[in-house]
């Protein structure tokens, strides 16, 4: 028989909270250049469009890094649900995808 250890989590979930503020942040910063982009090169429908879209690909990832960063706060935190990751995944890539899309 094997006696089940708690693990000694030390820093790790401090590590991975302040991991997802950076991430965030990041998200926020490209969210924010792409409507300074879309304002400095004139307010066409389709800049719009690509300001709204990513608008709500960073409110999307704020949602789940936010419920992440809670879930951290546990001595013993679960791993990072498989439709959590795919969704920060697809908003980080629509982020780029409508930064990439201002530009042409």
């Known amino acids: 028989m094997t006696a089940v250890v708690d693990r000694d989590p030390g820093l790790q979930p401090e590590r991975t909270r302040l991991a ?3 991430t965030t942040l990041s998200a926020t910063v490209v969210a924010l250049l792409a409507g300074r982009q879309a304002l400095h090169s004139g ?3 389709a800049a719009l469009i690509a300001v709204a879209l990513s608008a709500a690909a960073w409110l999307g990832f704020l949602l789940v890094a936010h419920l992440r960063m809670v ?3 546990v001595a013993r935190p679960e791993p ?10 697809l908003c980080t890539v629509a982020l780029a ?6 530009l042409f």
């Open 43 to 45: 307010a066409t429908p």
């Open 80 to 89: 990072l649900a498989p439709r959590a990751a795919l969704a920060a995944t």
């Open 20 to 22: 997802w503020r950076r």
């Open 97 to 102: 995808v409508f930064a990439a899309a201002m």
């Open 71 to 73: 879930r951290m706060g």
